[in-house]
């Protein structure tokens, strides 16, 4: 109970204030680890990019990880990367992040603070001794500012654009927390700044925002759009 809807989950102020009052009814033997199951996950429902639903299991470790983030024991860690090579390390489990179908360990390493797929790790064993947890950290803090860091580098370019009012709906629709705003220009428009992974992805993107939004630099994105509305009246002028 206490891990599924505890404070670092996506539980509602009167489910988090009900389990507060069941921490405190608790023996005392039983409080720490209700408190620490209910930190030791977090519900992240925004997927990566625009990939496609999907429906996946749940991965081969997540309750051995859960088990250890709960019982704050380092982990002898067995994992394969995305190029097929394995490696081995201990790891201090510190939570378990649900990003869309993909689960992932926070964890403390020798060389700082690392995230991996848990359905790469092909081995985890407890190794009996205590997690260092570093003082006053927060799981969701510590995953909003991960996930920042692995969007910023999935979408490295940025655009300068201006958007009509009428048209920020459907700019944020499309775009989500890839669209920065900023201010009005003096025409009433709002100003924008849009990132993606290259001038050629983000122009196709936008193409068919003309009637809404006008990119303002840099140079290369505008004549990558020039270049597909040539395309279109040619085909279908």
């Not at 988090?16 to 033997?29: D, G, I, N, S, T």
């Not at 950290?137 to 580098?153: G, H, K, N």
Request: with cysteine; charged share 25%; hydrophobic share 40%.
């Amino acid at each position: 109970l206490f891990l599924v809807a505890g404070p670092a989950s996506a539980a509602t102020p009167a489910v988090k204030a009900a389990l507060r009052k069941l921490v405190r009814a608790l023996p005392e033997p039983f409080r720490g680890p209700a408190e620490a199951a209910a930190a030791s996950l977090v519900m992240d429902p925004q997927r990566w990019g625009s990939s496609r639903v999907e429906h996946r299991p749940p991965p081969r470790f997540l309750d051995e990880l859960q088990d250890a983030v709960i019982r704050g024991v380092q982990v002898r860690l067995g994992y394969v990367d995305s190029t097929g090579a394995e490696t081995g390390r201990t790891v201090h489990p510190l939570g378990i992040v649900a990003k869309g179908p993909l689960w992932y360990l926070v964890c403390g390493t020798e060389a700082g603070r690392r995230t991996f797929r848990i359905d790469r790790v092909s081995s985890a064993d407890p190794t009996g001794d205590p997690v260092h947890r570093p003082g006053g950290f927060d799981l969701a803090e510590s995953w909003r500012e991960i996930a920042d860091e692995v969007d910023r580098r999935r979408t490295p370019l940025e655009i300068q654009a201006t958007c009509t009012v009428s048209g920020m709906a459907r700019l944020r629709m499309v775009l989500g927390d890839r669209l920065e705003v900023g201010g009005s220009t003096t025409d009433g428009r709002i100003e924008v700044v849009i990132r993606g992974y290259n001038e050629y992805a983000l122009a196709g993107e936008l193409a068919g925002l003309v009637e809404w939004l006008e990119v303002t630099g840099p140079a290369g994105v505008r004549d990558r759009l020039a270049s597909i509305g040539g395309a279109l009246v040619e085909r279908y002028g």
